[in-house]
């Protein structure tokens, strides 16, 4: 197992975990498919980052990269999922 890698794609899912739960909207008004995208993608990472501390398997260069690539997007947008919904092709 590549211990650095696990590590790595550790702390990026804990990084995001962090990120979108401390979120503050500020006044921004509560939108119901935000708020599940929000949901799944702390899902998704604690189910990762669950998994890779109970049930350590090899990780790759690849899923370490995505895992702080997704890391990198959420603190870019600040924890907002909106804005990283949005589209500005409308």
Known sequence: MHVSSALVALAAHLAV??????Y???GAR???????AAWVIVAISGGSAIE????PK????FHAALA??????VYLA???VARLLR???A
Request: charged share 20%; hydrophobic share 50%.
């Open 52 to 55: 890779l501390l109970f049930h």
């Open 30 to 36: 509560h939108r119901f498919h935000v708020a599940w």
């Open 87 to 89: 589209s500005d092709e």
């Open 17 to 22: 975990i962090v990120r979108v739960l401390t």
């Open 68 to 73: 702080v690539l997704l890391a990198v997007l």
């Open 58 to 61: 090899p990780t790759g260069f």
């Open 78 to 80: 600040r924890g907002n």
């Open 24 to 26: 503050r909207k500020n």
